[in-house]
T-cell receptor
Framework: AQKVTQAQTEISVVEKEDVTLDCVYE???????LFWYKQPPSGELVFLIR??????QNEISGRYSWNFQKSTSSFNFTITASQVVDSAVYFC?????????????FGAGTRLFVKA | DGGITQSPKYLFRKEGQNVTLSCEQN?????MYWYRQDPGQGLRLIYY???????QKGDIAEGYSVSREKKESFPLTVTSAQKNPTAFYLC???????????FGPGTRLLVL
């Protein structure tokens, strides 16, 4: 069975602090995809990044960086020099191909508060 | 601009009433999905469709129904059998061979 765990329910930081959001996953698939989405107060999920199971290279995009480690089944997300606009709920997700197509399961989300 | 639209933004349901949530996409995506999100929780899959005239039950399909008569449209009906329908409903789509889901703005359903 597939599972995504985001153990941090809420995180509160002060602007300009660095913050890491944790994501641990479980799957028996050899080919799978991992995602991070941002959900601002408006509610729409915004795609941030996708990683496939064969690519463990870490990625940096501006203030965002992602650390994928298959050995620990983790896909952590770091925001450097956080800003108030980063306040949102962040979801980690896992997708694999099953009968009927790709199915994605989501973690419970981590709510990030960035205070000015 | 290409994207996914959902309407209405807010929807009110009376006891015993069926209501239909609209989801339209002009991204030429093959697959479409419906999720339910409860406060403080993640997304749970209700139904999904890989092609026109075909759809599959997700993890919480009871009390819901869908149709996929057109590639662009995947409406969700919340039936009177769904006893706890108050939630935020999100529609998503993916292109052929693509695994990344793109989401609409969501519909918030409330029970009167």
């Amino acid at each position: 069975a597939q599972k995504v765990t985001q153990a941090q329910t809420e995180i509160s930081v002060v602007e300009k602090e660095d913050v890491t959001l944790d994501c641990v996953y479980e799957t028996r698939d050899t080919t799978y995809y991992l995602f991070w989405y941002k959900q601002p107060p408006s509610g729409e999920l915004v795609f941030l990044i996708r990683r496939n199971s064969f690519d463990e290279q870490n990625e940096i995009s501006g203030r965002y960086s992602w650390n994928f480690q298959k050995s620990t089944s983790s896909f952590n997300f770091t925001i450097t020099a956080s800003q108030v606009v980063d306040s949102a709920v962040y979801f980690c997700a896992l997708s694999g191909f099953h009968t009927g197509g790709f199915k994605t399961i989501f973690g419970a989300g981590t709510r990030l508060f960035v205070k000015a | 601009d290409g994207g996914i639209t959902q309407s209405p933004k807010y929807l009110f349901r009376k006891e015993g009433q069926n209501v239909t949530l609209s989801c339209e996409q002009n991204l030429n995506h093959d697959a479409m999905y419906w999720y339910r999100q409860d406060p403080g929780q993640g997304l749970r899959l209700i139904y999904y469709s890989q092609i026109v005239n075909d759809f599959q039950k997700g993890d919480i399909a009871e009390g819901y129904s869908v149709s996929r008569e057109k590639k662009e449209s995947f409406p969700l009906t919340v039936t009177s059998a769904q006893k706890n329908p108050t939630a935020f409903y999100l529609c998503a789509s993916t292109g052929r061979g693509k695994e990344t889901q793109y989401f609409g703005p969501g519909t918030r359903l409330l029970v009167l």
